[in-house]
């Protein structure tokens, strides 16, 4: 079965239709759905989803274009609920310097403590990495975590066999459907496969078919045939390995 390595079902734009989307999304062969907090207010609906649903798990983290609204106690929060043993990884957390009026301080700052918490739990990470590669290995080499996600990918290739070389999976996803994204499905073509996994980031980047929509987790079935598409294998051998690497990543995804 598929999984969704990165999907906000908590979002306001599921609130109309959630079920009906998740069944269709199942419908398509996802099994597994990967829902990563973005603030500690967000904590509780995506605990909430992940209780109700045996196929959905949760991560909690503090996303980088949330922590000027953030409050350094939410840390002392999230280090609570990490101690429960539910979470199944630290994120969405990293760093995002395309947004030019952030903070880039308190976001390292937040990062950083993150980071620290993801070792002491021995958890994998979700990153966000928008215009931020460099910098996010930098911490990466000085603070070790068990591994993760570079969500969205969009870096160059040294940059992707570093992320490889310490222990992590490149997500791949809408932006990877649209011809012009040269880079993105040159990277999807011919990095190792035991690389990749794949994500939506739904609601948001929505693939080519869907422009200016919303996202929805069965375009996973089709982002699959994409990726096989791009590497010339069948389809199954696509669904198979980032099953496989999703599951190697979060070793506590719900069977599916």
């Known amino acids: 079965m598929l999984v969704d390595t990165h999907i906000h079902l908590d979002a306001a734009e599921f609130g109309g239709d959630r079920a009906a989307v998740l069944a269709a999304a199942r419908a398509a062969g996802v099994g597994g759905f990967v829902v990563p907090a973005v603030d500690a207010a967000g904590f509780d609906r995506v605990a909430a989803l992940s209780a109700a649903n045996l196929d959905i798990a949760h991560a909690f983290g503090i996303h980088p274009l949330y922590v000027d609204h953030a409050e350094l106690d939410d840390l002392g929060i999230l280090e609570e609920r990490l101690a429960n043993g539910r979470a199944i990884a630290?994120?969405?957390i990293g760093l995002d310097f395309f947004v030019h009026d952030l903070d880039r301080a308190r976001q390292e700052l937040f990062f950083v403590a993150q980071l620290k918490l993801a070792r002491r739990f021995g958890l994998p990470v979700i990153?966000?990495?928008r215009r931020a590669v460099d910098d996010i290995l930098k911490h990466l080499r000085r603070i070790e975590v068990p591994g993760g996600i570079a969500h969205a990918f969009n870096g160059?290739?040294?940059?992707a066999d570093v992320f490889a070389a310490l222990g992590f999976k490149l997500g791949f996803g809408g932006a990877m459907t649209f011809d012009g994204s040269r880079r993105i499905r040159s990277l999807a073509a011919t990095l190792p496969l035991?690389?990749?996994v794949l994500e939506t980031d739904a609601p948001d980047i929505p693939p080519a078919w869907a422009q200016g929509g919303r996202n929805e987790p069965a375009n996973i079935a089709r982002f699959a045939q994409v990726l096989a598409d791009l590497r010339a294998v069948p389809?199954?051998?696509i669904v198979a390995a980032t099953s496989r690497n999703a599951r190697a990543i979060f070793p506590a995804l719900p069977p599916g």
């Not at 160059?156 to 940059?159: E, H, I, L, V």
Request: charged share 25%; net charge negative.
């Open 194 to 196: 035991e690389s990749i």
């Open 127 to 129: 990153l966000h990495v």
């Open 90 to 92: 630290v994120g969405e």
């Open 235 to 237: 389809y199954p051998e």
């Open 156 to 159: 160059s290739r040294q940059q």
